[in-house]
């Protein structure tokens, strides 16, 4: 292809290829463990891969309706009314989406104007702040309190001002692997009390509790769940994240806005696929989900124990965080990168998750592998 000579203003200057191709990447050519990017490397159950199987020859291959198979909004309904008490209507408050990523985006496309801030806690999963800024928005970050990632509600209380649109939560958080407790819930009930203020409330962990703790999702508070868009991902649920399967639940008036731009950008998701996540999820309990990684996190722990590398406590997600201050002074991007070159295995550095230049000196390592890769990176780990 010749080369264009289009003059184009980026609507996202700033960005750039993602820290999680660039490390994958880096990976892949030294023969690196990834264990960077968030993703199981074991196989989803094989019913539920049958069961697509069993919808794919059934002849269900078209268009699903805008909203999603109706098993499964019936199914993820009664999920929530089960589990958080707070029942959705299928026809007019669930849609299924191309993945949380297209539930986040489209939720924020069908809110946020010009000048709206949104506030946004860092380190901060990637995708939140170029959507705001694509709509205009402006992100207002509030930064965690390092080491157990919590929220200061006081500073929260300092930034909202009459501008303030949407406050985008995520429980548990990704990277921190830290969890909202009732009392943080209750006090955002106080400080969003007679707002005008969102909730965006990105929950794809919700199945993923590492410590028996009970997942305080915001369909727990009714007051919350009124001002809420709660977004799920079946694909991290399922360990099938390559199926791009998500959901967005919202009260009425909130989805009627969310399916409008939703029908024009993507207008439904994969048939076969919602049929079969449907009828898995009849006879499949999702809490079955936290022992795996519960387990998985135990392992990594223990074949990294031996190692230079401080464990910080994690609650729910599948990343494990890890100080490394005892082994060098190195920033954490150039120590994430020699940890790929000379020690072959790869996870990605926390500043790349801050707007602000902040290098606790701590790297993210995803444990969503199988146990022999933990065990021998745990190896490898322990000789740094
Ligand atoms: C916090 C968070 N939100 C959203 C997503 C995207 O989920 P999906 O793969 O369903 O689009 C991820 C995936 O890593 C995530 O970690």
């Known amino acids: 292809m010749e080369k264009s000579n289009i003059n184009l203003n980026s609507k996202l200057p700033r960005v750039g290829s993602t820290i999680f191709s660039k490390m994958t990447q880096l990976a892949n ?36 309706p805008m909203a999603g198979v109706l098993p499964l909004r019936k ?30 985006a489209t939720a924020v496309a069908a809110t946020i104007r010009e000048g709206d801030e ?17 709509h205009g928005g402006i992100p207002v970050f509030v930064k965690l309190i390092y080491p157990d990632y919590s929220i200061n509600w006081e500073y929260v209380k300092k930034v909202l001002s009459h501008r303030t649109r949407m406050i ?9 692997g ?17 707002s005008n203020i969102l909730i965006l409330s990105d929950e794809v962990y919700e199945n993923i509790l590492l410590n028996g703790e009970t997942h305080q999702s ?38 009627r806005e969310f399916q409008k731009v939703h029908q024009y950008l993507v207008f439904s998701v994969n048939t076969p696929v919602q049929y079969a996540i449907a009828e898995y999820l009849e006879d499949h309990e999702t809490d079955k989900v936290s022992e795996t990684y519960r387990h998985k996190r135990d392992l990594f722990l223990e074949f990294t124990a031996n190692s230079r590398f401080k464990p910080l406590t994690t609650h729910g997600g599948y990343f494990q965080l ?63």
Not at 168 to 176: A, D, E, M, V
Not at 178 to 194: A, G, H, V
């Open 322 to 384: 890890m100080e490394y201050s005892d082994i060098t002074r190195e920033a954490d991007v150039e120590f994430a990168e020699r940890l790929t070159t000379e020690y072959g295995v790869a996870a990605i550095p926390l500043s790349v998750f801050y707007s602000q230049p902040t290098d606790h000196k701590v790297l993210r390592f995803c444990f969503a592998k199988n146990e022999e890769t933990l065990r021998k990176a745990g190896l490898l780990l322990s000789k740094v």
């Open 168 to 176: 985008i939560l995520n429980n548990p958080h990704n990277p921190s």
């Open 178 to 194: 830290s969890i909202l407790k009732e009392s943080d819930l209750r006090t955002l009930t106080e400080i969003t009390e007679n």
């Open 218 to 255: 915001v369909r727990r508070f009714s007051e919350l769940a009124a001002r809420s868009f709660v977004i799920g991902s079946l694909g991290k649920t399922l360990h099938v994240t390559g199926w791009k399967i998500g959901y967005c639940m919202a009260p009425e008036n909130l989805m």
């Open 75 to 104: 199914k993820l309904s009664e999920i929530s009314d089960a589990e958080f008490g707070c029942s959705y209507d299928i026809d007019k408050e669930i849609t299924v989406t191309a993945g949380a990523t297209q539930a986040i």
């Open 118 to 134: 949104v506030i946004l806690f860092s380190p901060a999963y990637d995708c939140y702040a170029p959507m705001v800024e694509l």
């Open 29 to 64: 050519q030294h023969h690196a463990i990834n264990l960077s990017q968030g993703f199981p490397d074991f196989e989803a159950d094989p019913k539920l891969l049958e069961l697509v199987d069993k919808y794919m020859h059934n002849g269900d291959n078209q268009y699903a």
